[in-house]
Structure formats: C-alpha cells, structure tokens
C-alpha cells in the first residue's frame, strides 16, 4: 500500500485494462483544424490571423492578452478558412480559427536541439510561455504564471497519479518518455530553483513508476513516490498531502504550502519546447470507454472529436461523449467540438450504464458522502441547504473548499446529484 | 346579529385550541376523559365570561401601565371563586382535575382574550365572546378528549363501549401530543391554511 | 394624581376582589375542611370494622351517616337544617339490641333499607347478602363504624409511646410533640415518630391503624392499614395514587361485579409472613401481583408488611 | 460555415461524475434484509408459527401502510425501495412471540406513519421509526408487550402455536431478583443466552445470529463499526466496573458484562437500530459519542429505571440529541489549520 491522502476517497471501477497496454499512436492528419483561442483558464489569446491568411505549423496564431493567459499556435501548415465562434469541449463558444491543411502538408516540423542547461532562468520561462504550453492535467492553468509563484517553493511535485478512471495517456507517457518526463522535471525545478522533485504514481502502474525510477536512476534530487490507488488521488491538495505530508491552508494555493504541482504531460511538453523548441500543438489523449479500438493518440489541437471517434469507432447505439474522465470529465452534446490542450481523454459511455441525474430521493443521512469528501466536508448537508434554498447558510459550512471531485455524487445511495448540487451553491454565492 | 357572529367566529374561526394553539397545557393534561374536559370546559368558560365582562366594564378608567396586572387580579378571583365552589360542591371532579383549575389564572386564553378583546370592546359584546371562546375550548377539549378517552380507555363518559384492548397510550401524555397534532393538521388542513 | 391613579385602581380592584373571594371562601371553607377532614376518618373507621358485623357485639346506641358527632339517644334532631348534607342514615340500637333507622337516600336505595332492617333484626348481622344491596350494606358498615373510638397514640423511635390528651402529645417531661403531616418535632427540632390510631370498641382496643407511604413506579402511595393487635391485617387502603394508568394505577381497580380494589382486598385477614407477593418476591406469599406492574405490586406489599412489622414491634407485647 | 450544431448529432449531456457506485437505497435494504435472515431463522427455531406470523403481519402491515399513505397524499410510492419491509421486520423483531397479531399490526402502521411518513418519509425521520413503534406498543399494551413465551423445539404444540408457556426475560429475572446475580446465574446460562434459549423478543434473543447479521452488514460497509462498537463497548465496561466485583458468584467478573450484552435487545438495537442512516449522526466523532451515550443510558435504565429494558429508550434518545451531536462534531475542512 503506497501512501495516500487525509481523508475520504472512493475505489471507482477504473477500467484503465482498456487502453493500459497501447503504445502511443499519432493519430493521422485531418483536413480542418479548429483552433479555439481559448484552451486555458484565463483570459482568451488574441487572435493574429484572419481569413485567408497562410499559417505554417508551429506559427503563432493567438497572443496570450494578460498575466493568466496563453499563446495558441497553429497545428499544421495550411489557410485560415474562417475565424468563427465554434464550440469547444469545456461547453462554451469562443473565437475559433479553422485552418485548412495543406494538401502537401505530410506534418513534419522542424525540431531544434538546444542545451537547457546553459539557458538562464528567465529565458527558460520565456521558451514556455511563447510555446503556451498550459497544464495538460485538465486545469489548463498557464504554466509560466505557475512557474513564477509569490512564495518561496521548494518542492516541484510531478501529478502523475491519474486517478481518474478509463484515462491511460499519463500513464503511456509515463512508459514511454520517462527520460524526457524527468528532463522535463528538471528544467521546472531550475526555473523554480527548487532542489527536490516529487512524482506521484498510483500503484496500479507499476510500469511506469519502474520507468521513471530507471530514468531518474543517477538524479537524486528526483524521488518517485508511489501512491495508494484511490481516487481523487491526483487532485492538488491531496496529491501535497500524500506525498510531502504537507497541508493547503483552507482557500489557499498549493505554493503556500512551498509545492508546485504540475502534471507529466505538462512536464513533457516543457521538456519539448525548450530542448526541441517545438510549441504545444499535440498532446496525448485516451480514447476509451465503448470504442471498437480504445487507444492513446498523440493528436494535434484542433482536431475535431468527429474525426477520431469516426477512426475509434462508438461502440454503442446510445452513446454519451465525455471529454476528460468519468468523474470531471465534460459530457459533450456534439461532436463538432475540437480536442483541446486540456483534452486528456476522449470517453465513450453507454447511456445505460453512465449515471442518471434526473431522480433521485431524500438524502437518507448514511454519511457515504461526508466518509467520502477528501475535504472532509459535509456534502449530504450542502445539498440539502441547496434544496431548501439556504445557500447563504453553506458558506460557513465551507462549501467554497469543494473541489467538485464527484466523490460524494458517486457513493449516494440515493442518487443525489451532490456535486451538482454544490456548483449551483457555489456559483450563487460567487456572484455573491 | 353581531352578537350571535362573535360567539359563532369564538367557536370556529378563533378556536384557540387548534386555530391560536393556546392553552396547550391544561388542554393536553385534563382531554384524558370527556368528564373531565367538560368541567375543565365549563369552569375555563364560567372564568371566561367573568373575567370579560370585568376587564370590559372597568376598561375605561384601567390606567395603560397597571392594566396586566390588574387584568390577573380579576381572572385570579373568578378562578378562585370556580375552584373553591367546585372544591365545595364537586369534589369528585375537583380533586381529578387537580392542579389545573388553579392554573385557569396563568391559562393564555383568558388573559389573552381580556388584553385582544375585552378591553376593546363593550361588556354586551365581551359576554359574546368569551361565551364564544369559551365554547370553542370546551368543545376542543371534548373532540381532543372523546379520542383519548374512546381510543385509550374503550369508555365514552365513563361508560365502556367494549373495547377490549384499548390503547393505553392515548391517555399517557405522549396520546394527547399526538391526537392534537393530527387534530390540528386536520383543521388547518380543512380550513385551507397554508 | 397621574402617579397615585395606577396604585389606586390597582388597589380598588384588589379590595373588591378580596372582598368577593373572603364571601366566597365563608360560604365553601367549612364544606371543604370537613370533607378533608371525613375522608381520612372514614377511612380509618371502614379498616376496622369487619366485614360482617356482628350487632351482638356493638352496643347500643345511636350511629349515623354523616358522623355528625351526634351522641345522645334524642338526637334526632340536633342535625336537622345542616348544610351539605345530602345523605344520612341514622341507626338506633335500643337495648335489646334491636335496630331502627332513619334515613334521606336515593329512592331506589331507600327500599333496601327498609327490607335491610327486618332481615338484621332476624339474623343480628349485617352483611352485604342480607342488605341487598352493596351501598346499603356500605351506609350500614359505615355507619356502625362511626362508634369505633380512636385514640392516637404517638409512637417515636425509642419505643416511648405518648397518648394524645387535649392538649395534643405531652411527654413525660412534659415536653410538647407537635405533627405536622408526617413529621414529629419538639421543641421546634424534628424528631422520628409516627402516629397510631388505636381503635376502641366497646372499650376494648380492637386494632391500630397507621398510615404507610411506600414510593410506587411513579407516585407516593399513602396507604392506611389497620392490623389487629395479633398481627393480622385487618384492610389496606390505598388514598391517594398517580402511577401509570392500566398498569400501577390498577391497585385501586375495582373489577365489575364487585365492590373493593381486589388488589388492596387480598390484605386482609393476612398474618405479617404472608404478606409477599406469590412469586417474584423474596419468598412467596399470598398476594397476587397486579400484572406487569412489578414495581407498584411490590411497593404496597412491603410497604405494607413493614409498617406492620413495626407496629407489631411496638405494641405486640402489650396485644 | 457548417453549423456546428448538428441536431441528428446532439447526445444527451449532464454534469460530472458520470459514473456512480452500483448501490441504491435498494441494495442497502435488501443488505439489511439478507443481514436479518440468521435472527430470523432463530427466531422460527425458537417460537415457530407464532413467529412466522408476527414477522409476516408486521411487514405487511408496514408496508401496505406505506403504500396506501403516500397513494392518499398524492406521493411516488416507495414501496420498492424495501425500507417498509426492513421497518416492518425490524419491528417484528423487536416484538413478543406470543404477542396478538392485530396488536404488531398496528405497531407497523403506527411506525410508519407517525414514525416516518408524518415527516415527510424515508430521510426526514428523526426517530428511529421501529422503535417508535414498539415504543408506542409498549405504552400502550404493556400486558401484552411484556409477557413472553418460553423459547421451544421444532415440531412441539407450543411451536405449532396452539399453546403458549410464558416466562420471564432474563432482565426482568434480573431486576425482579433486585440485581442478584446469585439467583440468575443459577437460572440462565451464558451459553442459553448467547444461542437464544431464553424468553424475549422474536429476534432480540439469539444475539449470535444478530452478530452474524451485524458483521455482514460491517462487511458490505452499509454501517461503519463506530457505533456497535462503542454502544456495545460502553455497555461491557460499565457492567464490568459496576457489577463485575461485588457479587459472589464463581465467574462474577464474566458473567455480568456478558450477560448484559447478550440480554434483551442490546445486539440487536446496536447493529440494526442504532445504525440506522437516517437517524444517527454524520460524522465519525459524533457517531462515538451516540454509541458512548445509548450505552451509558441502557445500563443506567436496566440497572436504575422502572424497565428491565433500555434499548429502545436509549436508541429514541440519542436520536433527539443526533442533530445536536452533528453540530459539535463537525468535521473540520482538510486545510483548516492555523498554520505556524
């Protein structure tokens, strides 16, 4: 049993045997890429091109507009077709560039081969923040602004729990490029000036905790932690918890607790923009659930979830797309929309056996939900207050700590929709 | 006639046993036997239409600061004129219902109709309602009482109905919190409360 | 004026008030003080007299119901205009121990009595079978009993008994013992007592009876008991109760058909090691237990057989 | 430009988790129920038809009221979600063998509708339903309800119902004795009363078979072992401390505790009554304290109080104080801590 956070958590069915063992495949190119200019918290990029424009692979197309923003850069070499408001798999619209591929365009690009160690800190941080590369977690916090925290860090902590269930890009990434992940890691901790490093890894992928071990054989700043398989293994706070033993303050960012916490993909991508200067324009998504051929693609932002489903075939009459993992994940309502940075997996479920909202019953005071709050909240007490309407009262309850992880919706014998029900307070006493 | 209509609203739409939910006490403690709820019915409403008729004649000259406790020196005669008259002349009935004849005094219902009512309104009127008011708790008490009494004795008066095993509960004092509640939801439900 | 007005009215209302309430309390004080009082004495009289009265042993003279005090052989008309009074019988035994009556009850109890007296005067006694009818029989008993004469006697915890004179309780030292309710004090301290009534008929003393106070499931239970000077309990009664109805409350049932709490009727004629409960007890006696009602059974029967025990302490050797 | 928003293509969207534990209210009574199955079969070992009959009355009872109440105010019915049964049986449990049916079946309907439905149904109940029901039967035909029949063999008259030998508990031997060890030691067996041969409730007496339950219901995680534990727990220790020592009997120091939790309805009121979801506290802390409390009150009531029995008394109890004890064991937010 590896280590594992303070309290609650739930053992979902993790269906990770689906997609555990398929290597990486890139995934072919399409004709039409949708670019959302909008792929990360924060404000949305600026858009450079207009229609008709040529762009060639790798050329900014979108400029990050402020501190908490990102760049976007086009995928493939090709015309802007239209500038367009599309939909994109967080659930809103926002300004789109649809490129055209050139039909020439094969995808190569051009690599550099740089030496990160002779590069000063602050031109590291510049290589990251113009190849936009966000946390590839499903938070798509930009990272250069993660990099330069306001309080004094020492420990980079690498997020490569994957907790949620069905996802395997993590983890084939993990296998596969453990040499680059720990570079990767290294480059962060110089921009950090951190000496140790942390990789979480939840027990059931023993391949790759062995790989990292083995790549981080003769750097002993690095330290692989193996973690207890539990969800939500891989969310911030708990994640600090199980492998420092430190504690988030309530309300507080994981930099106050002296950690940054970045995911492995993340790391990998810092990894490829500043050794090979190559910008974030692909990223490795699971495709999984009830598909004819799950599988980890390596796909290019922009492609649209229509053109990889049609490859992985939907193995179901009554499908339900999620973009992400069954527990976060977004459910999707077309499959017009773009795979995105944050676009970590591509999940298929029966309607029949995904879960159904639309009725449920009194909350019968079990307590399944407040054993399984890794914040140790009172969910069945939240809900109710939703219920009644007393959504002032919550806020002394603490309802602002939720981290919305599901874990409370999933154990409800009753079939509460609790977490939803905790975003409605949420959002209400946002606005205040 | 205005008379009639305020002895008619004292006994249906002021109920004060299920409409005001006032003077619970005595209510829940003496209902155990229709017998019981009669005399308790009778001597409230005896105090009542004194007490009334008092507080309203002298309501004028009562000065504003004194008025309460002057109000307590009136009910307090009459209850203890009833309580010693019931003592001397009924002691059966004296003795069951106890302590609670006394208590009449601190009962909300009649201070609380000398202060809403009474000391608003002429003598000719305040007859009016506390026969009314009076009524209506009598009748309370015997519709609360002929539950217990039938359900938690098998007897009506006094008189057994050959009921073989009656619900001892219902005249325990957990039998009188749960027929008025069910009373209550009933006439508030009939009434068309909200 | 303004400030003086409020304690004035104030003070009307409170003189009117009294003044109604001083009328009132004249006219009910007396009937309530002298049914205080008779409760409790008819209590003690009925635990004494036997079941079936012997005429042969009661002397002659007038008994009546009420007790009215009436003492002399024409003393028919010393209650006539009294107040309060609904029912009477008032017997007269001549000398040769025949029975006359004079009576205001019930018209339907009033031809039993009439056919009561003829059957008496056959038989010499007086038993529910040959009044016919259980409240005759009642007004009979009562009656008759009202000739038991009681002495108290006040027994404190050293084993000094100090008969009451009309001074009250005088001791030897001519110290004063003052009872209030249960409580004995001298000299203004309290000490441990308890009064005897010592029952005289015929100028013989028959029995005692003293009041116990054993504390049931949910109430005190005052209970008179009479025991003859043997150690037999003559009756128990049980004055007063508040224990759980259809459960403890049950020691005072009376079952349809009959006259007595069948409970409190299995003491009598029961001798001190008799009085357990049949099982369940120490060791077992004669007295059914009330069922469910452990507690209160219980409760009665030792209370009862100890305050006989201690009575038998205390007089046994004179009896 | 397409639009992107086809209507052929549009799939049925709602907010995460998308997966749910395959449990319902549903699964956790039918748990409860397949838990209950050993006391039950006890009790038909021990009381045979009379048995049968008072569980059967009692879960029809229940759950025919149920049904019609919420038909009549206009309700979902619920009957299939089974809490009706496992009230109905947990009632039955908790009732005399020889006890008239008619009188189980108004504890059903009674449990029902005042102890669940009055407050809005299956969640809103502050009291434990069961126990408000033999509660109210308890108050209202104590004769009945506290005469019990001698536990028996298969196949004997008295098993077939026809006639019925009564006897006492052995917590009513107990307190009729005046607390005397001496004399129950001679009377019952440890071993009688750990199997069940002894007089009492249908399926309070075997406290064997309720362990049985109680462990399968801790295995499946449908309660959380605070409770029993601690209820069970406190009740062992007191009974250890207060009457261990000072009566002359040859095993005095085991004979008591054992003895006490094996009696009455402790075993059961632990694992079944006082675990109830709807009506014991959230958190961990409280639901210590809840046990700690119903144990202090069952020894205080079998050892002090007017009743050889406790269990159902303290159970109702602590239910009143359940919303109290939620607010002081709050559960403190992971990160609230004054740091440095």
Redesign the interface.
């Known amino acids: 049993m590896g280590r594992t956070f303070?309290?609650g958590g739930?053992h979902?069915?993790y269906n990770k045997h689906l997609s555990r063992d398929k290597k990486i495949e890139v995934f072919d190119l399409v004709d039409e890429y949708y670019v959302p200019m909008q792929q990360h918290i924060g404000k949305p990029a600026r858009c450079l091109v207009k229609k008709g424009d040529k762009v060639e692979v790798g050329q900014k197309i979108g400029e990050a507009d402020g501190f908490i923003s990102a760049n976007i850069h086009a995928p493939v070499t090709g015309t802007v077709v239209?500038v367009?408001r599309?939909?994109t798999p967080v659930g809103f619209e926002v300004e789109t560039v649809?490129i055209e591929r050139d039909k020439a365009y094969k995808g190569e690009m051009q690599l550099r081969d740089r030496n990160w160690r002779t590069l000063a800190v602050k031109e590291l941080l510049e290589i990251v923040k113009e190849a936009g590369i966000v946390g590839l977690g499903g938070a798509t916090f930009p990272t250069h602004v993660k990099l330069a925290p306001q309080d004094h860090v020492d420990v980079l902590l690498l997020n490569g729990a994957e907790c949620e269930?069905y996802l395997t890009c993590d983890h084939r990434i993990m296998v596969e490029r453990a040499e680059d992940i720990v570079t990767g890691a290294q480059i962060m901790a110089k921009i950090l000036g951190v000496e140790r490093i942390i990789i979480g890894v939840e027990d059931n992928k023993p391949d790759a905790i062995d790989a990292l071990r083995h790549a981080s054989l003769k750097i002993p700043s690095i330290k692989v932690v193996e973690l207890e398989t539990a969800y939500p293994q891989g969310a911030e706070?708990q994640l600090i918890?199980a492998c420092t033993g430190r504690?988030?303050?309530?309300?507080?960012l994981p930099s106050k607790a002296g950690v940054v916490v970045n995911n492995v993909g993340t790391a990998l991508a810092v990894f490829e923009a500043v050794v090979f200067g190559k910008p974030l324009i692909e990223r490795v998504v699971t495709v999984t659930g009830k598909v004819g051929m799950p599988a980890n693609l390596l796909i290019r932002i922009g492609t649209p979830f229509?053109k990889v489903l049609k490859v992985a075939e939907i193995a179901t009459e009554?499908?339900?797309?999620?973009s992400?993992g069954?527990?976060?994940?977004?459910?999707?309502?077309?499959?017009?929309?773009p795979v995105v940075k944050g676009t970590s997996g591509i999940?298929v479920?029966d309607?029949g056996?995904?879960?159904?909202?639309e009725e449920w019953?009194?909350?019968?005071?079990?307590?399944a939900c407040?054993?399984a709050c890794?914040?140790?909240?009172?969910p069945?007490?939240f809900s109710r207050g939703v219920e009644l309407g007393k959504i002032e009262d919550l806020r002394k309850?603490?309802v602002m700590?939720c981290i919305?992880c599901?874990c409370c919706?999933?154990?409800?014998?009753?079939?509460r929709?609790i977490?939803?029900f905790i975003?409605v307070a949420k959002a209400i006493l946002r606005r205040g | 006639m205005r008379f009639f209509r305020i002895i008619w609203d004292g006994i249906t739409k002021e109920n004060q046993v299920f409409k005001a939910a006032l003077g619970l006490c005595p209510t829940l403690a003496v209902s155990t036997s229709v017998e019981n709820a009669i005399g308790m019915g009778v001597a409230a409403t005896l105090v009542l239409i004194g007490s009334n008729f008092v507080v309203s004649l002298i309501r004028n000259w009562v000065p504003k600061q004194v008025r309460i406790p002057i109000f307590i020196v009136v009910i307090a005669t009459f209850v203890t004129a009833v309580d010693l008259t019931m003592h001397a002349y009924f002691p059966a009935l004296h003795e069951k219902l106890g302590i609670f004849v006394p208590l009449i005094v601190v009962n909300c219902i009649i201070l609380g109709r000398a202060e809403a009512f009474a000391s608003k309104n002429n003598p000719f009127y305040s007859i009016a309602d506390g026969i009314g008011i009076g009524i209506g708790f009598m009748l309370g008490l015997m519709l609360l009482a002929t539950f217990r009494e039938v359900l938690g004795a098998g007897t009506f008066l006094g008189k057994s109905l050959g009921i073989k095993?009656?619900?001892?509960?219902?005249i325990?004092p957990?039998g009188a919190f749960?027929t008025i509640g069910f009373l209550m939801a009933f006439f508030n439900w009939a009434g068309g409360d909200k | 004026m303004k400030g003086i007005w409020p304690i004035l009215a104030l003070t009307i209302v409170a003189v009117i008030s009294g003044a109604v309430l001083s009328w009132i309390w004249d006219k009910t004080n007396p009937i309530i003080t002298r049914m205080d009082r008779e409760k409790e004495e008819i209590a003690r009289r009925m635990l004494v007299v036997p079941e079936d009265i012997d005429l042969s042993m009661i002397p002659s003279g007038v008994y009546s119901w009420p007790n009215l005090g009436v003492k002399d052989r024409n003393g028919f008309e010393s209650f006539k205009g009294k107040e309060g009074v609904q029912e009477y019988l008032l017997i007269w035994i001549d000398d040769l121990k025949k029975v006359h009556v004079k009576y205001n009850v019930p018209k339907d109890k009033a031809k039993f009595i009439e056919k009561a007296v003829e059957a008496i005067n056959k038989s010499m006694k007086i038993t529910p079978q040959i009044c016919g009818d259980w409240d005759v029989y009642q007004l009979f008993k009562k009656a008759i009993s009202s000739t038991v004469n009681f002495k108290k006697v006040l027994v404190l915890a050293d084993g000094t008994k100090i008969e009451a004179s009309k001074d009250g309780f005088i001791g030897k030292d001519g110290q004063k013992y003052v009872v209030k309710g249960d409580k004995v004090f001298c000299n203004g301290k309290e000490v441990k007592g308890k009064v005897y009534y010592i029952a005289y008929l015929g100028g013989k003393r028959v029995a005692a009876v003293f009041k116990v106070e054993p504390v049931g499931?949910?109430s005190k239970l005052p209970t008179l008991v009479a025991a003859t000077f043997d150690g037999t309990v003559l009756g128990i009664k049980i004055l007063s109760q508040s224990e759980?109805p259809?459960?403890g409350a049950r020691c005072v049932e009376i079952k349809e058909g009959e006259h007595e709490p069948w409970f409190q009727k299995q003491f009598s004629g029961l001798k001190v090691d008799e009085i357990y409960l049949t099982e369940?007890d120490e060791k077992p006696g004669k007295i059914h237990q009330i069922?469910?009602s452990?507690?209160t059974s219980r409760a009665v029967t030792k209370g009862v057989r100890e305050g006989v025990q201690e009575f038998l302490k205390m007089f046994g050797k004179e009896g | 430009?397409?639009i992107?928003?086809?209507l052929e293509?549009?799939?049925?969207?709602?907010?995460?988790?998308?997966?749910?534990?395959s449990?319902?209210?549903r699964?956790?009574m039918l748990d409860v129920l397949i838990a209950l199955i050993p006391a039950v079969l006890a009790s038909w070992y021990f009381f045979g038809i009379r048995a049968m009959l008072v569980e059967l009355v009692c879960v029809l009872a229940a759950v025919l009221s149920e049904a019609i109440v919420q038909y009549l105010f206009f309700e979902k019915v619920?009957v299939d979600?089974l809490s009706a049964v496992v009230t109905g049986l947990l009632l039955a449990m908790c009732l005399p063998p020889s006890l008239?049916l008619w009188?189980a079946a108004?504890g059903s309907i009674v449990a029902i509708i005042?102890g669940k439905q009055v407050f809005?149904?299956?969640?809103?109940n502050p009291f434990n339903p069961a126990h408000v029901g033999r509660a109210?039967l308890l108050?209202?035909?104590?004769?009945?309800m506290?005469?019990w029949m001698v536990p028996t063999k298969p196949g004997t008259s008295q098993w077939l119902g026809t006639d019925i030998v009564t006897s006492?508990t052995p917590l009513g031997m107990l307190?009729?004795s005046g607390y005397n060890w001496a004399v129950v030691a001679k009377k019952v067996s440890l071993w009688d009363l750990w199997i069940g041969n002894v007089g009492g409730s249908l399926g309070e007496t075997s406290a064997i078979a309720i362990l049985i339950g109680g462990l399968y219901l801790l295995w499946r995680g449908v309660i959380?072992w605070h409770i029993p534990v601690t209820y069970l727990g406190t009740v062992f220790l007191l009974s250890l401390i207060f009457e261990g020592p000072a009566k002359h009997i040859a095993d005095a120091v085991v004979y008591p505790p054992l003895f006490h939790l094996a009696a009455g309805g402790l075993m059961i009121g632990a694992w079944f009554m006082a675990t109830d979801?709807?009506?014991?506290?959230?958190?961990?802390g409280g639901r210590i304290a809840f046990g700690i409390g119903a144990g202090v009150l069952v020894f205080l009531i079998r050892k002090f109080g007017?009743y050889p029995e406790g269990v159902c008394y303290s159970i109702l109890i602590m239910n009143a104080f359940t919303p109290l004890l939620d607010r002081i064991f709050?559960?403190?937010?992971?990160?609230?801590?004054t740091?440095g």
């Open positions: 303070a309290y739930i979902p069915e239209d367009v599309w939909p649809v269930p706070k918890y504690v988030v303050p309530k309300g507080a229509e009554t499908p339900k797309i999620i992400g069954p527990m976060m994940g977004i459910a999707q309502s077309t499959l017009s929309v999940l479920l309607e056996e995904a879960a159904n909202w019953n009194d909350c019968l005071n079990c307590a407040i054993d890794p914040m140790n909240l009172l069945s007490v309850l603490d700590s919305e599901g919706s999933y154990v409800c014998p009753a079939g929709p977490v939803q975003r | 095993e009656p619900a001892l509960i219902m325990l957990p749960l | 499931y949910s759980t259809g459960l369940k069922t469910a452990t507690i | 430009m397409r992107p928003y086809n293509e549009r799939f049925k969207v709602s907010s995460s988790p998308h997966v749910r534990k449990w319902t209210v699964s956790v619920t979600d008239p009188i108004v005042i809005g149904g299956l969640g809103n109210v108050a209202s035909w104590p004769v009945y506290t005469t006492a307190k009729e959380t979801m709807v009506t014991t506290p959230l958190s961990k007017g709050k559960p403190k937010t992971f990160g609230e801590v740091q």
